[in-house]
């Protein structure tokens, strides 16, 4: 597995742009009109995907570390997308999946990148209970 190509995996164009960065009132209004919650609970929820979305990233950087990094990626990459769609965040799902069949296939890829570039892009759900 070369982790420095630039071998681009099935369904990412090199030209396609990144989804828009996570926000929070997007989040909040997704809670409130998908699951029908209220203030308070929307807010646990928002506590409880800040907490997840950290959990995951970090098992995404120890699997970025990892020998057999494909084999180690995509069940993360899988919890990713599933974390992310329930948020509503289907362009960022989207791409989790992307990075997913990437690692399913041992496809070379810039793993490492993107995964970093999601990270960023979810920051501000990822680190909201941090404040």
Same mark, same amino acid.
């Given at each position: ?10 369904? @990412? ?11 929070? &009132? %997007?989040?909040?209004?997704?809670? %409130?009109? *998908?699951? +029908?919650?209220?203030?308070?609970? *929307? ?9 997840? @979305? ?14 057999? !990094? ?10 990713? +997308?599933? !974390? @992310? ?5 289907? &362009?960022?799902?989207?791409?989790? %999946?992307?990075?997913? +069949? ?7 890829? &810039?793993?490492?990148?993107? *995964? ?5 892009? @979810?920051? *501000? ?7």
């Amino acid at each position: 597995m070369n982790r420095t190509s630039s071998v681009t995996p099935p369904g @990412l164009t090199e030209s396609g742009p990144a989804p828009l960065p996570a926000s929070l &009132e %997007r989040l909040r209004n997704h809670f %409130r009109q *998908v699951y +029908k919650l209220n203030e308070d609970q *929307v807010e646990f929820m928002l506590r409880s995907a800040s907490q997840s @979305l950290r959990t995951t990233f970090a098992a995404a950087q120890q699997a970025l570390a990892s020998d057999d !990094l494909c084999s180690a990626l995509a069940p993360v990459a899988h919890c990713l +997308k599933g !974390l @992310l769609l329930n948020l509503g965040e289907r &362009e960022w799902a989207a791409l989790a %999946r992307i990075i997913e +069949k990437a690692a399913e296939a041992e496809q070379p890829y &810039e793993y490492a990148d993107v *995964v970093n570039e999601m990270c960023e892009g @979810l920051s *501000v759900v990822a680190d909201y209970d941090r404040h």
